[in-house]
């Protein structure tokens, strides 16, 4: 008789998706040359970076029993990201993703996650998780664009977080090279329904939400019991809205060298203050400050700040500590 293993320890955060390797060219994947790994995943992007500041959070997910695979859980760990309710899948392997810097702060993603290991997530593996009751359930619209059995999943996780209690954060995270708008809005509506908090880039409001007027969208979400709506609008920063009311955050200045990352790092600072119990507007702060730290060096998260680097954002630019 097996034993039956011990429940999860509690996090602040919980997060699931797929995360992949994720290969960087400088120029055309066709014309060859260097490239270098490194992890690749909006949730995991988003787990890094409340980890660097201190949260706790637990990323669940499949990985393949593989090189690749490895490498993301040595990664995450590395990362101070809770992986105890990973599953390594022996019969698929873990998806790649090849990034192709195409013009100055303009990249191109090429998949090869199609029957990956982290497609195959199925609602037991996120039980355990869920069980060890999160004060945040963290999801993002690309996990249901995997697959039947990924949508089904976050569907229940989204559900069943609201049951018990447990907020859930909802980013749109639209991917147009995964599914279709119609298809996509027919399951992102319903997991927006979910949420408490929705963020959505300005383009991808209208796949949660009837309309192309704004303020009519946010109403409606409203309605259907969403908090907060956070608009994410890249170089021109954000706005949240909640009750009605309408709080704009500029962007931090700067220089941008890579913008791939960006609006989950963003995500990351607006939990991370939200966690804080920080007002709206230091929500919306802190989430541009993320973004701006991930804008200013190459990878999806390596440049993500700690705690005590967040004040570097009202440093004068060319200033050195010394």
Same mark, same amino acid.
């Given at each position: 008789?097996?034993? $039956?293993? *011990?429940? !999860?320890? /509690?996090?602040?955060?919980?997060?699931?998706?797929?995360?992949?390797?994720?290969? %960087?060219?400088? &120029?055309?994947?066709?014309?060859?040359?260097?490239?270098?790994?490194?992890?690749?995943?909006?949730?995991?992007?988003?787990?890094?970076?409340?980890?660097?500041?201190?949260?706790?959070?637990?990323?669940?997910?499949?990985?393949?029993?593989?090189?690749?695979?490895?490498?993301?859980?040595?990664?995450?760990?590395?990362?101070?990201?809770?992986?105890?309710?990973?599953?390594?899948?022996?019969?698929?392997?873990?998806?790649?993703?090849?990034?192709?810097?195409?013009?100055?702060?303009?990249?191109?993603?090429?998949?090869?996650?199609?029957?990956?290991?982290?497609?195959?997530?199925?609602?037991?593996?996120?039980?355990?998780?869920?069980?060890?009751?999160?004060?945040?359930?963290?999801?993002?619209? $690309?996990? *249901?664009? !995997?697959? /039947?059995?990924?949508?089904?999943?976050?569907?229940?996780?989204?559900?069943?977080? %609201?049951?018990? &209690?447990?907020?859930?954060?909802?980013?749109?995270?639209?991917?147009?090279?995964?599914?279709?708008?119609?298809?996509?809005?027919?399951?992102?509506?319903?997991?927006?329904?979910?949420?408490?908090?929705?963020?959505?880039?300005?383009?991808?409001?209208?796949?949660?939400?009837?309309?192309?007027?704004?303020?009519?969208?946010?109403?409606?979400?409203?309605?259907?019991?969403?908090?907060?709506?956070?608009?994410?609008?890249?170089?021109?920063?954000?706005?949240?809205?909640?009750?009605?009311?309408?709080?704009?955050?500029?962007?931090?200045?700067?220089?941008?060298?890579?913008?791939?990352?960006?609006?989950?790092?963003?995500?990351?600072?607006?939990?991370?203050?939200?966690?804080?119990?920080?007002?709206?507007?230091?929500? !919306?702060?802190?989430?541009?400050?993320?973004?701006?730290?991930?804008?200013?060096?190459?990878?999806?998260?390596?440049?993500?700040?700690?705690?005590?680097?967040?004040?570097?954002?009202?440093?004068?630019?060319?200033?050195?500590?010394?």
């Amino acid at each position: 008789m097996s034993a $039956i293993p *011990p429940p !999860l320890t /509690p996090v602040e955060v919980l997060t699931f998706g797929e995360t992949m390797g994720s290969l %960087r060219a400088a &120029g055309p994947v066709r014309l060859g040359g260097d490239m270098s790994m490194s992890l690749g995943g909006a949730e995991t992007n988003v787990a890094i970076g409340l980890a660097r500041l201190g949260h706790s959070v637990r990323w669940t997910g499949r990985l393949g029993d593989d090189e690749v695979g490895v490498f993301a859980l040595r990664t995450l760990r590395a990362e101070n990201v809770t992986t105890d309710a990973v599953v390594i899948d022996p019969h698929r392997t873990t998806g790649l993703m090849l990034l192709e810097s195409r013009l100055s702060g303009v990249s191109r993603a090429l998949y090869y996650r199609r029957s990956s290991a982290g497609s195959a997530l199925t609602v037991s593996d996120l039980e355990a998780s869920l069980e060890a009751a999160p004060h945040i359930l963290h999801l993002t619209g $690309i996990t *249901p664009a !995997l697959s /039947p059995e990924a949508a089904d999943a976050a569907l229940w996780a989204a559900s069943e977080a %609201r049951r018990r &209690g447990i907020l859930v954060s909802f980013d749109v995270n639209y991917r147009s090279k995964l599914w279709d708008p119609a298809a996509a809005s027919s399951v992102l509506t319903r997991l927006a329904g979910f949420a408490e908090i929705v963020i959505a880039s300005d383009d991808e409001l209208e796949l949660v939400s009837p309309g192309t007027d704004e303020e009519y969208a946010v109403r409606a979400l409203h309605e259907r019991g969403v908090r907060d709506v956070i608009i994410k609008r890249g170089a021109d920063g954000a706005t949240g809205w909640s009750g009605g009311v309408a709080i704009h955050q500029g962007a931090v200045p700067v220089t941008a060298v890579d913008t791939v990352g960006a609006g989950d790092a963003f995500t990351a600072g607006y939990l991370s203050a939200l966690l804080d119990g920080d007002p709206m507007e230091a929500r !919306l702060q802190r989430g541009a400050v993320l973004g701006a730290f991930a804008v200013a060096a190459t990878g999806d998260w390596e440049n993500l700040p700690t705690r005590s680097e967040l004040a570097l954002a009202d440093r004068t630019a060319g200033s050195t500590i010394r």
